[in-house]
C-alpha cells in the first residue's frame, strides 16, 4: 500500500500593512524622554505593537486599511497626554513629555496604552466624520483595555451615557462586544466606514437600541454595586 501523500503546510497568515515610523523628540534634555526611551525601548515595536493591536480588534487581514503609509511620533513638553492629526497618508501623534514624567511610576504601561489609543485613531472610521466623539474615544480605549493595557485606576461604572467616552464608553463596548459576540465592534466599526452615523447601528447590529443596551448594562452594574452577586454578561445569538 503506498504512503499517502504528504500534507501540505498551511501558509503563513497574511502580514499586517504596516507604515514608516518616524520620531522626533523635541526636549532630549526632558525628563520625559529618558523615562520614555528607559521604559519602551525601541520605539519602533512599540508603534508596531500597537498598529497590531488597533488592526487585530477593528479588522481581518483582508479588510485592514492600507491608507496609512507614515505615522511620525512626536514627544514634546506640552498640556495634556496626547492627540493624533495628520491627513489619511500621514498621521503625527503627539505625545506630552510632561505625561510621561508625571507617569513615572507606571511609565512602561502609560506609555504603550496611550501609543495603543493614539495609534486607533490613524486607522479607525469615523462615518464621514460624523460619528459622535465620545465613541470615538470609547472604541480607542476598548483596543487599548483588550491591548491589556488599561491603567490602574480604570473602573467599569456607569457615568453619565453611554457615550461619554473613553473608559465608560470602552467597558460599555466590550459588554457588547462579549454579549453578542466578538467581533461586534469591529462590524461597528466597518458600519462607519462609507456612511454617516446613526444610533440605529447598534439595533442593526444587536437587535436592540442603544438606549435599551445602556439601560440593562446600567442595571447589570447596579446590582453587581447592591451586591447581588458578581458582574456577568448573558451571551446572545
Same mark, same amino acid.
Given at each position: 500500500?503506498?504512503?499517502?501523500? *504528504?500534507?501540505?503546510?498551511?501558509?503563513?497568515?497574511?502580514?499586517?500593512?504596516?507604515?514608516?515610523?518616524?520620531? $522626533?523628540?523635541?526636549?532630549? /534634555?526632558?525628563?520625559?524622554? #529618558?523615562?520614555?526611551?528607559?521604559?519602551?525601548? =525601541?520605539?519602533?515595536?512599540?508603534?508596531?505593537?500597537?498598529?497590531?493591536? #488597533?488592526?487585530? !480588534?477593528?479588522?481581518? @487581514? %483582508?479588510? +485592514? *486599511?492600507?491608507?496609512?503609509?507614515?505615522?511620525?511620533?512626536?514627544?514634546?513638553?506640552?498640556? /495634556?497626554?496626547?492627540?493624533?492629526?495628520?491627513?489619511?497618508?500621514?498621521?503625527?501623534?503627539?505625545?506630552?513629555?510632561?505625561?510621561?514624567? =508625571? #507617569?513615572?511610576?507606571?511609565? @512602561?504601561? %502609560?506609555?504603550? &496604552?496611550?501609543?495603543?489609543?493614539?495609534?486607533?485613531?490613524?486607522?479607525?472610521?469615523?462615518? $464621514?466624520?460624523?460619528?459622535?466623539?465620545?465613541?470615538?474615544? /470609547?472604541?480607542?480605549?476598548?483596543?487599548?483595555?483588550?491591548? =491589556?493595557?488599561?491603567?490602574?485606576? !480604570?473602573?467599569?461604572?456607569?457615568? *453619565?451615557?453611554?457615550?461619554? &467616552?473613553?473608559?465608560?464608553?470602552?467597558?460599555?463596548?466590550? !459588554?457588547?462586544?462579549? $454579549?453578542? /459576540?466578538?467581533?461586534?465592534?469591529?462590524?461597528?466599526? +466597518?458600519?462607519?466606514?462609507?456612511?454617516?452615523?446613526? $444610533?440605529?447601528?447598534?439595533?442593526?447590529?444587536?437587535?436592540?437600541?442603544? @438606549?435599551?443596551? !445602556?439601560?440593562?448594562?446600567?442595571?447589570?452594574?447596579?446590582?453587581?454595586? #447592591?451586591?447581588?452577586?458578581?458582574?456577568?454578561?448573558?451571551? %446572545?445569538?
Amino acid at each position: 500500500m503506498p504512503p499517502p501523500p *504528504p500534507v501540505a503546510p498551511i501558509p503563513p497568515p497574511k502580514p499586517w500593512p504596516m507604515p514608516k515610523f518616524h520620531l $522626533r523628540v523635541e526636549d532630549l /534634555g526632558h525628563e520625559g524622554a #529618558s523615562i520614555f526611551f528607559e521604559s519602551v525601548g =525601541n520605539p519602533i515595536t512599540a508603534l508596531q505593537d500597537a498598529v497590531v493591536a #488597533s488592526f487585530e !480588534w477593528l479588522y481581518t @487581514r %483582508e479588510t +485592514a *486599511p492600507t491608507n496609512v503609509q507614515s505615522i511620525l511620533l512626536v514627544l514634546r513638553p506640552m498640556d /495634556g497626554v496626547a492627540h493624533t492629526l495628520g491627513s489619511p497618508t500621514h498621521k503625527e501623534i503627539h505625545f506630552s513629555l510632561d505625561h510621561i514624567k =508625571n #507617569s513615572a511610576k507606571l511609565a @512602561r504601561e %502609560e506609555i504603550l &496604552g496611550v501609543l495603543t489609543h493614539e495609534v486607533v485613531h490613524c486607522y479607525q472610521y469615523n462615518a $464621514r466624520g460624523s460619528c459622535p466623539g465620545g465613541l470615538i474615544e /470609547g472604541i480607542a480605549d476598548f483596543v487599548r483595555l483588550h491591548a =491589556n493595557l488599561s491603567p490602574p485606576h !480604570w473602573k467599569r461604572t456607569a457615568g *453619565p451615557k453611554w457615550d461619554a &467616552g473613553y473608559q465608560i464608553t470602552a467597558y460599555f463596548l466590550d !459588554w457588547i462586544e462579549t $454579549r453578542y /459576540g466578538k467581533g461586534t465592534i469591529q462590524e461597528l466599526n +466597518a458600519c462607519m466606514k462609507d456612511d454617516k452615523y446613526h $444610533r440605529r447601528v447598534f439595533k442593526e447590529l444587536t437587535g436592540r437600541p442603544v @438606549r435599551k443596551l !445602556w439601560a440593562i448594562y446600567c442595571k447589570q452594574l447596579e446590582e453587581e454595586k #447592591s451586591g447581588f452577586g458578581r458582574f456577568r454578561v448573558q451571551k %446572545e445569538g
